[in-house]
Structures are given as structure tokens and as C-alpha cells.
């Protein structure tokens, strides 16, 4: 018989890590997400910028895209809106695609989850929530 | 010279998640030189600058468990949309201060 990694902390018999794609900007962030990640079984690829985010999604297959907002080349607002355009010019469910920003205002909520984000969470961010948020909107295949 | 009082003296504790031990000489050292990028800036009348740079450490701070340096980062961050030397120059003051009293202790 199998058995899971006993270790891990996620409560949930997955039997492969969570696959996630960081598209975040900021080193201290890049560095802090990381370390929460390291706390379950999260295999975590990073992307500085939202044109490094969208390459790297085109190329990988991710359960869930963490993605910053405010990011020099490409913003996560238009690397979103490309993501979701690619997905269905390929005739792909939609990956879901966590907003992790700053700027906590009404309007860039909306924006962001008009643009095609399934959740709009403030930073900073706690490793509590981060975690949460990677059992929530992360979709594994079973 | 006069004794420092109150919260100028002493030291604040701050706990920190012992698994980000080996992150915070870095994140530590990088609160320093963005003392030394907001002053330059200020000087520059770079409120741009100082703006994306609060809003980095609006956005890191609380992460690490410094809710402090998160609220400095609004402070300025806010200061920086109006212009206002004077309150910017009051927030790096209060970092600074913050940054050389802060004592961490991993949990």
C-alpha cells in the first residue's frame, strides 16, 4: 500500500504537490511566499513580471496563478486578461487565478475580478491565508 | 544631551515564524536601504519613486509579521499621492526609528 507523506501538512490526500505559478514582482514577496509554500507540498514557479507570467503559463500546467497587480513590462491586470484569451483560443478550462495586491480600493476589486481573476485577496498577506488560499482555489486533478 | 523618553528609547518586540528566521537578515537589510531610496528620492522630489516603494513595503511588512511597517508604508504611500514633504519626511523618521528599536523573536 502507498502512503501518503505523512509530513505534510495539508490535510488533503493529494497525491502530488500543488502546482502553483508566482507572478509577483517584489523579492520580499517572492521570498515570504516561498517559505509559506514550503510548508505543504507546493511546488511553486516564480515569474517577476506579467509577461514572464504569461510565457510561463503557456509553457507549464499550474493548479492555481498567484498574481500581483501592480508589475513593471506587463501588469497582472492584462497578463490575466491574456491568460484567459489563450485559454480559450486553446479550448482550456480556465486555471484559476488568485489577485494579490496592495491596493485595497473597491475599484481595483473590480477590475481584477472583471478581468477574469476568481478571488481578490489585500496584501500583505499572512502565511494562515496563504495557505488557505492555496487549499481553497487550488483545483488538483484527482 | 537630553535622555530619550518614551517610546524613543527601549526596544520593540516584534514575534516572528521561526521558519522565516533565515529570511530576515535580507528583509532586515532591505528595510535599511529603503531609508536610504525614500531620502533620496525626497531629495529628488521623486514622489513617484517614493510612492512605489511604500507601496512595496505596504505590501511586504505584515507578511513578515511588522504590521508596523505596513502602516508606515500606507502612511507614506499617501503622503506621496498629496506631496507632502513634511509627512513624508515624518514617516522616514518614525522607519528609521522603528527599524534601529525593533527586536525580533522567532516562534
New interface residues.
Partial sequence: MLVADSNTLSNQAASRAVRVLLVED????Q??FR?FG??IRCEMDLAENGAIGVEKFQAGHYDLVLMDM?MPVMDGYTAMRTIRDWEKEQGRNPTPIVAL???ATQEMEEKSLAGGCNAYFT?????GKFLGIIAEYAERER | MRPLAGEESGTIQVRVDADLEELMPRFMENRREDVAAFENALAADDFETIATLAHDLKGAGGGYGFDEITRIGIALESAAKVRSRGDIQKSLDHLARYLAQVEIIYE
Fill in positions: 517584489s523579492p520580499d514577496n521570498f515570504l517559505a514550503k510548508k501592480q495586491t496592495a491596493n496584501k500583505p498577506i499572512s502565511c
